[in-house]
């Protein structure tokens, strides 16, 4: 068995695609996954498949959302070590980086759209954009700022989804337990 973080996008914002936590684990326990484990309300999923292809086991968590719950959430899975590369990667400073959201992107964009959109500059904040995942530092906080998910998706025209610091740091915590259970 293998340990994965799937990071799903855009449920229990707002209201909007609501799904109880303990009923999604219930739902991928019986979908065949195993070691299911959740973290906050925002879509953080630990758990453990012998598929050791990420996009069918993406789609497999994203079927089985559909046919339970009756809507797409789009879905992303990462190794531990890939999550972990990707933190590691963060270009800021340790005190920017502490409160900086890495925005993961479903699909590589176009490195002529990369290109730019990296002219871009807004005041009080700065990002770094990779094939993988956006490194967002906003001195003013996420919620003042203008370069939100929702920004980059219809800038870089693909699907993204961020998580902050603290969060990180809790799914590489959690996937770590996990190799000590095995």
């Known amino acids: 068995m293998k340990t994965y973080i799937a990071l799903l996008r855009g449920i229990n914002v707002s209201g909007q695609?609501?799904?109880?936590?303990?009923?999604?684990?219930?739902?991928?326990?019986g979908s065949g996954l195993e070691?299911?484990?959740?973290?906050?309300?925002?879509?953080?999923?630990l758990l453990q498949s012998?598929?050791?292809n990420l996009q069918k086991l993406e789609l497999k968590i994203h079927q089985a959302i559909k046919s339970h719950f009756g809507f797409d959430v789009?879905?992303?899975v990462k190794t531990?070590?890939?999550l972990r590369d990707i933190f590691d990667s963060c270009p800021f400073s340790e005190e920017k980086k502490q409160n900086s959201y890495f925005t993961f992107l479903y699909a590589v964009p176009n490195p002529e759209i990369v290109d730019e959109l990296s002219k871009t500059s807004y005041?009080?904040?700065?990002f770094v954009i990779t094939k993988n995942c956006i490194y967002f530092y906003s001195s003013v906080g996420y919620g003042r700022?203008?370069?939100?998910?929702?920004?980059?998706?219809?800038?870089?025209?693909?699907?993204?989804?961020?998580?902050?610091?603290?969060?990180?740091?809790k799914l590489l915590d959690l996937s770590e337990a996990y190799k000590k259970d095995q």
Request: charged residues 25%.
């Open 17 to 29: 695609k609501k799904i109880p936590m303990a009923e999604l684990r219930e739902l991928l326990s």
């Open 35 to 45: 070691s299911v484990q959740t973290y906050i309300q925002s879509g953080n999923v």
């Open 50 to 52: 012998s598929e050791e």
């Open 74 to 76: 789009p879905v992303l």
């Open 80 to 82: 531990p070590q890939m």
């Open 123 to 126: 005041p009080n904040e700065e």
């Open 145 to 169: 700022a203008k370069c939100s998910n929702n920004f980059f998706e219809r800038k870089l025209k693909t699907t993204a989804t961020a998580r902050n610091y603290k969060t990180m740091v």
